[in-house]
């Protein structure tokens, strides 16, 4: 039987359609663009709700389907969610966007979201990637946020990618056996793995200011002026989550961030960037599911 088919208290799914809380910056067929959610409602529903913010090329199913499955777990708990197209994506109008213009569209769903469920006192944003790191620069300023649960959130520049490839890629490589026979037998292309070598560490040595629009020093910022409970949870094998430890290990700013009370950690060991497996969903579900209960 597969897990979407085992049997759950009543869950009500309702489709809703709303616009963005687009500012006047944006053109009038933008702001008048209408997007779609899914609402999981339970028989009951609290005061609290979760919003699940999507990133990248995704749309409000998520990898692997994760969006739908968390949102029917979490509501079967008594928890309304509401997961939402982004404008541009899925069933959504508008055009395409990436993580940095999403607040509108988040801000549009939360109205929508309140308006859907009465009972509604305050919602937490849930979001994996980059729909982390836009969840997470929303948040601070709208009061209707409690809490945040980041899944790998983006913090992705090309130094960090560098830093992160060579202490999780190349380093270990030199301790495998099975490097060294295909070198000796003349397996490996040295030439094209020296150069590639070279990239990462020219990389690693050139200077930040080559990328403004790099997203941790936003998401520094925004972690540290939120108020609320955080929920981070990193996936074992990703290098995205490597790029987030990198920064705690070489920077005192985000250690303090993460050092404060309202901050709870917890890995899914093995899991890849989008927790492709049963085991591994099923996991996130029972962290969320815990820590919601929690407090």
Not at 19 to 42: C, H
Not at 52 to 72: E, K, M, N
Request: charged share 20%; net charge positive; aromatic share 8%.
């Amino acid at each position: 039987m597969k897990r979407d088919q085992v049997a759950r208290p009543t869950v009500y799914q309702l489709a809703l359609r709303f616009r963005s809380a687009a500012r006047d910056a944006e053109t009038e067929t933008e702001a008048q663009a209408r997007m779609v959610g899914i609402l999981s409602l339970p028989a009951a529903p609290g005061p609290r709700g979760i919003l699940i913010v999507t990133g990248g090329p995704q749309y409000r199913v998520g990898s692997h389907r994760q969006f739908v499955l968390l949102a029917r777990a979490l509501a079967a708990q008594g928890w309304p969610v509401l997961r939402f197209d982004l404008r541009g994506m899925g069933d959504s109008e508008g055009s395409a966007r990436d993580y940095r213009a999403a607040s509108p569209d988040i801000g549009g769903a939360l109205t929508q979201f309140f308006d859907a469920v009465p009972s509604l006192r305050e919602v937490v944003l849930w979001g994996l990637c980059d729909g982390a790191t836009a969840a997470a620069c929303y948040a601070p300023d709208d009061p209707r946020i409690s809490a945040l649960i980041l899944l790998n959130p983006w913090v992705r520049s090309s130094g960090s990618l560098a830093r992160a490839t060579l202490r999780h890629y190349y380093l270990p490589r030199l301790l495998q056996g099975a490097f060294w026979r295909k070198l000796a037998g003349g397996g490996l292309q040295l030439g094209a793995s020296l150069a590639s070598l070279r990239q990462v560490a020219a990389a690693m040595q050139g200077p930040a200011t080559q990328e403004n629009d790099a997203p941790a020093p936003a998401l520094l910022r925004a972690l540290a002026q939120f108020p609320g409970k955080m929920l981070l949870i990193l996936s074992g094998d990703d290098l995205g989550a490597r790029e987030w430890q990198a920064l705690l290990d070489s920077d005192a700013a985000w250690r303090a961030v993460t050092a404060r009370a309202q901050w709870t950690q917890a890995q899914v060991h093995g899991a890849n960037h989008t927790f492709a497996s049963a085991a591994w969903r099923g996991e996130v579900e029972q962290l969320c599911a815990r820590w919601l209960q929690s407090w």
